[in-house]
C-alpha cells in the first residue's frame, strides 16, 4: 500500500455539548479536529489551571489514546452486516457521546452476533473513556476502527525484522490481530455469498504475500494479511461488481484504486479499476 493510510475515507462528523453550546468533531485526512474551538491549547491550560472541563478537548484526548487500543477493534462493528446497538442514551453532560456518569451502564450489541460489550465502571476508568468515543456514533467509530487498524499495520510491517523496536508487542497482540481480521474478513465473505452460518478457515499471512481464497468442502479458507483490514475493509472496498477483493492500491497516476477481486467461482484473480471518489470525500 502506498499513499497516507487515510486515502479514500470519507471526512466524518458529531456534535456534542461543550459548555452549552452545539459544537461540531470533523475527522479528515486522519485527524480529529474540534472546530469550535480556535485555541485550543490555551483552553487546554485553562482546563488544568482552572479545573474548568472542554468536553471537545477532553473526546480529542481520550481518541488520542486509544488511537492504537485493540480493544477498539473488539467492541466495533465489524461491516455493514454487524451494526452496533447503543443499549443506554446518553447522559444530559454528554449530548453526542454514550456512557459518562459513574455507574453508568453503558452496552453496545451487535444485532447479527451473539456478543455483548458492557461497562458498569467510574467516569475516571480508562473504560469508561473507551465507551464515550464509541458513543460518538455516525461514522466516527469506524474512522478510530481505521486508526487502530493503520496504526498496527504499520507496526507489523515495522516488526518483520525479529530485532526491530516492538518485535515483542507485536508477537503479543498477533492472537488479538488474527481475531480482528478474523471476524471482519468473515463478516464480508457470509455478506458476499449469502451464508450466514459459511464457514471460514482464515490464516493470517505476512505483508506482502499473495492473498487467496479457495473453496473447503462446504466452506472457504481464506490467506489475508492484516493490512488488508487497511487497504480494502476500511474503506468499505470488500466486494466491487459481485466480487470479493482480496488487495487493493491506489492507481500509480493518483486518479482512482487498483483491486485485485475474485468471482463466486474463485476464478484465479483479476483486477478491477475504481475511479476516484467525489469531491470533498
Same mark, same amino acid.
Given at each position: 500500500?502506498?499513499?497516507?493510510?487515510?486515502?479514500?475515507? !470519507? %471526512?466524518?462528523?458529531?456534535? &456534542?455539548?461543550?459548555?452549552? =453550546?452545539?459544537?461540531?468533531? $470533523?475527522? %479528515?485526512?486522519?485527524?480529529?479536529?474540534?472546530? +469550535?474551538? %480556535?485555541?485550543?491549547?490555551?483552553? =487546554?491550560?485553562?482546563?488544568?489551571?482552572?479545573? =474548568? /472541563?472542554?468536553?471537545?478537548?477532553?473526546?480529542?484526548?481520550?481518541?488520542?489514546?486509544?488511537?492504537?487500543?485493540?480493544?477498539?477493534?473488539?467492541?466495533?462493528?465489524?461491516?455493514?452486516?454487524?451494526?452496533?446497538?447503543?443499549?443506554?442514551?446518553?447522559?444530559?453532560?454528554?449530548?453526542?457521546?454514550? *456512557?459518562?456518569?459513574?455507574?453508568?451502564?453503558?452496552?453496545?450489541?451487535?444485532?447479527?452476533?451473539?456478543?455483548?460489550?458492557?461497562?458498569?465502571?467510574?467516569?475516571?476508568?480508562?473504560?469508561?473513556?473507551?465507551?464515550?468515543?464509541?458513543?460518538?456514533?455516525?461514522?466516527?467509530? +469506524? $474512522?478510530?476502527?481505521?486508526?487502530?487498524?493503520?496504526?498496527?499495520? /504499520?507496526?507489523?510491517? *515495522? %516488526?518483520?525484522?525479529?530485532? !526491530?523496536?516492538?518485535?515483542?508487542?507485536?508477537?503479543?497482540?498477533?492472537?488479538?490481530?488474527?481475531?480482528?481480521?478474523?471476524?471482519?474478513?468473515? !463478516?464480508?465473505?457470509?455478506?458476499?455469498? /449469502?451464508?450466514?452460518?459459511?464457514?471460514?478457515?482464515?490464516?493470517?499471512?505476512?505483508?506482502?504475500?499473495?492473498?487467496?481464497?479457495?473453496? +473447503?468442502?462446504? /466452506?472457504?479458507?481464506?490467506?489475508?494479511?492484516? *493490512?488488508?483490514?487497511?487497504?480494502?475493509?476500511?474503506?468499505? &472496498?470488500?466486494?466491487?461488481?459481485?466480487?470479493?477483493?482480496?488487495?487493493?492500491?491506489?492507481?500509480?497516476?493518483?486518479?482512482?484504486?487498483?483491486?485485485?477481486?475474485?468471482?463466486? +467461482?474463485?476464478?484465479?484473480?483479476?483486477?478491477?479499476?475504481? *475511479?476516484?471518489?467525489?469531491?470533498?470525500?
Amino acid at each position: 500500500m502506498t499513499g497516507p493510510w487515510w486515502a479514500g475515507l !470519507s %471526512a466524518a462528523e458529531a456534535r &456534542l455539548d461543550c459548555g452549552g =453550546q452545539p459544537h461540531r468533531l $470533523r475527522w %479528515a485526512a486522519g485527524e480529529l479536529r474540534a472546530l +469550535d474551538h %480556535a485555541d485550543l491549547d490555551g483552553e =487546554q491550560i485553562l482546563s488544568v489551571l482552572a479545573g =474548568q /472541563g472542554f468536553p471537545c478537548l477532553e473526546v480529542l484526548d481520550l481518541w488520542a489514546r486509544y488511537a492504537a487500543d485493540l480493544r477498539v477493534l473488539i467492541v466495533t462493528s465489524r461491516g455493514p452486516a454487524d451494526p452496533l446497538a447503543a443499549g443506554t442514551p446518553p447522559p444530559s453532560g454528554w449530548t453526542g457521546l454514550a *456512557g459518562g456518569g459513574a455507574g453508568q451502564v453503558m452496552a453496545f450489541a451487535r444485532r447479527s452476533v451473539s456478543y455483548r460489550a458492557v461497562s458498569r465502571v467510574p467516569a475516571d476508568d480508562p473504560d469508561d473513556g473507551l465507551d464515550r468515543v464509541i458513543g460518538l456514533g455516525g461514522l466516527l467509530p +469506524d $474512522r478510530l476502527a481505521a486508526t487502530v487498524i493503520a496504526a498496527w499495520a /504499520g507496526r507489523l510491517r *515495522g %516488526a518483520a525484522d525479529p530485532a !526491530s523496536i516492538g518485535a515483542g508487542e507485536v508477537a503479543a497482540a498477533r492472537p488479538a490481530l488474527h481475531a480482528a481480521l478474523y471476524g471482519r474478513a468473515v !463478516s464480508a465473505l457470509r455478506s458476499w455469498t /449469502g451464508q450466514r452460518d459459511l464457514a471460514v478457515t482464515l490464516t493470517m499471512i505476512p505483508e506482502g504475500q499473495p492473498p487467496r481464497l479457495a473453496r +473447503d468442502g462446504d /466452506g472457504m479458507v481464506a490467506e489475508l494479511p492484516f *493490512g488488508w483490514l487497511a487497504d480494502v475493509w476500511a474503506r468499505g &472496498l470488500t466486494t466491487c461488481w459481485g466480487r470479493f477483493c482480496l488487495a487493493a492500491a491506489p492507481r500509480p497516476a493518483g486518479d482512482g484504486w487498483l483491486l485485485s477481486t475474485v468471482g463466486p +467461482d474463485l476464478d484465479p484473480p483479476r483486477p478491477v479499476t475504481l *475511479g476516484s471518489p467525489p469531491p470533498g470525500n
